[in-house]
């Protein structure tokens, strides 16, 4: 992103990393606002998860940026749909043995 | 049922039977009417330089007055009714150029024989290899369509020459037959299954096979165009297409003498998608005002595409179904949007495609609703 300027390309990977930072951090709080007991596979399948969906979402739009709409908006469509329902899926596995 | 009710639907089928057959009659009163001349508006060529030898076959007449080639006219069922094509050869069989001159298939199905170049590995036969049965090989994922083309090139061949051909090949029996077979038997058992869990077992070994080998492997989801273009009296290569004949007729039988719709429950592989989808969500039944609504705005939404179809004589226009977006990943952007919101929807509440969308459950619906008003009036008049 904003390959040609010194300035807004590091500054938008800064606010990436602070977003990600925030979203991991975040989890944890709203876990236990909503009692929802986390153990190490929990997180584990999380972060795969998390790393599927953000590397579906990087993926489309590199696609996107090297002109390929059609292929990215396939990508994003197929891949997103895929873990959309996944995320749905582990959100339910979360809840069970609270 | 109360008795009013009773009188409303009996009347609505009446009047549903009644706009079919005269949208049937007017659209075929119509195409008649504007059947023209196909060989010269197509080819381009000047009607001076064509001679007809018969209806399926023009000499292709030069400046000097010699032959230099002929034109032939033939054809065959698609997946959406006839397909129409012209094959100009030269005077030693030798294939020119194929034009499909008039068809009604999807336009993203048949753009996949184009991107492949079927058209020019079907003029690199010659006509004697049609007659002797010799085809190019079917574009994946557009075979029907693909397979239209090249019977429509033999046919006209073998009519242009005036040689005898069986119209239809030889009654192809697989396993898609075996699957469609298996899968409307253990649909129509599921039913008289004491034992829950085995019901439950078979419910879902069903539904995973359909999904498997009807959805993502044979591609051969029901959809109402096949109804609309069967309506309209262009019925499907039986060579070809073994299975649609089982899996029509035979949920149409079973709808009719046991009363279930037994391939929305169990055959349906867009319905299995769904109830897997809805598993992963942990989806429930829900019945709302605005469901039923939907339920009926899709009904009239079926019913007014069908004789449209028929009209129209074109059974394109009943395909706003998903399960070509679904399963072989093409269709119209449209289709992929409301795919995506289907897929969301079902994961939250139970089959919801089925409940506001598909038009082969509206026409399965409307076989009950007719099935069951016939029954009624057969009743009252022997009671009488």
């Known amino acids: 992103m904003f390959t040609d300027s010194h300035f807004l390309n590091p500054l938008f990977w800064i606010v990436m990393g602070v977003l990600y930072t925030l979203a991991v951090a975040g989890f944890r709080y709203y876990a236990q606002d909503k009692n929802i007991s986390m153990n190490w596979w929990k997180w584990l399948l999380l972060i795969i998860w998390f790393g599927g969906l953000s590397i579906t979402i990087a993926g489309a739009f590199t696609l996107i940026g090297e002109n390929e709409a059609r292929a990215g908006m396939l990508f994003l469509g197929l891949f997103g749909t895929f873990f959309i329902i996944l995320g749905v899926g582990l959100f339910r596995l979360l809840r069970i043995n609270k | ?384």
């Open chain 2, 1 to 384: 049922m109360n008795p009013r009710l009773k009188k409303r639907n009996i009347l609505i089928s009446v009047l549903v039977i009644l706009l079919l057959v005269a949208a049937s009659v007017a659209g075929t009163n119509r195409s008649s009417r504007e059947k023209t001349d196909l060989v010269k508006r197509v080819t381009g060529y000047p009607p001076e330089n064509l001679l007809a030898v018969n209806p399926f076959k023009y000499a292709l007449i030069d400046s000097t007055g010699g032959t230099k080639g002929y034109i032939y006219t033939g054809e065959a069922t698609g997946y959406n009714g006839p397909v129409t094509v012209i094959t100009e050869t030269d005077t030693q069989g030798i294939i020119v150029r194929v034009i499909p001159a008039e068809h009604n298939e999807t336009p993203s199905f048949f753009s996949k024989i184009e991107k492949h170049r079927f058209l020019l590995r079907a003029s690199r036969f010659t006509t004697d290899q049609y007659i002797n049965g010799e085809y190019p090989e079917t574009v994946s994922g557009a075979t029907i369509s693909s397979m239209a083309i090249a019977n429509a090139i033999a046919q006209g061949v073998t009519a242009g020459e005036e040689i005898k051909r069986k119209r239809y090949g030889k009654i192809n029996f697989g396993l898609t037959e075996v699957m469609v077979i298996l899968l409307l038997t253990s649909g129509l058992m599921i039913k008289h299954i004491g034992n829950k869990r085995f019901k439950k077992v078979t419910y879902w070994s069903s539904l995973i096979l359909s999904l498997v080998f009807l959805g993502f492997i044979y591609n051969i989801p029901l959809t109402l165009s096949r109804f609309a273009s069967v309506s309209s009296g262009w019925l499907p290569n039986p060579a070809n297409e073994t299975y649609l004949y089982l899996l029509m007729g035979g949920s149409i039988l079973a709808l009719l003498i046991t009363g279930r719709n037994v391939y929305c429950h169990t055959v349906c592989p867009f319905g299995a998608a769904q109830d897997l989808l809805g598993v992963v969500g942990g989806a429930r039944p829900k019945r709302t005002k605005f469901l039923k609504y939907a339920n009926v705005a899709c009904q009239i939404a079926a019913l007014t595409a069908f004789a449209l179809a028929l009209y129209y004589r074109n059974p394109s226009l009943t395909q706003y179904e998903v399960f070509g977006a679904f399963f072989r990943l093409t269709a119209a952007t449209a289709l992929f949007i409301i795919l995506f919101i289907f897929i969301l929807l079902a994961l939250f509440m139970k089959r919801p495609y089925c409940k506001m969308m598909c038009p082969v459950g509206a026409f399965y619906s409307f076989v009950k609703l007719l099935r069951t008003n016939t029954l009624h009036v057969v009743k009252t008049i022997k009671s009488e």
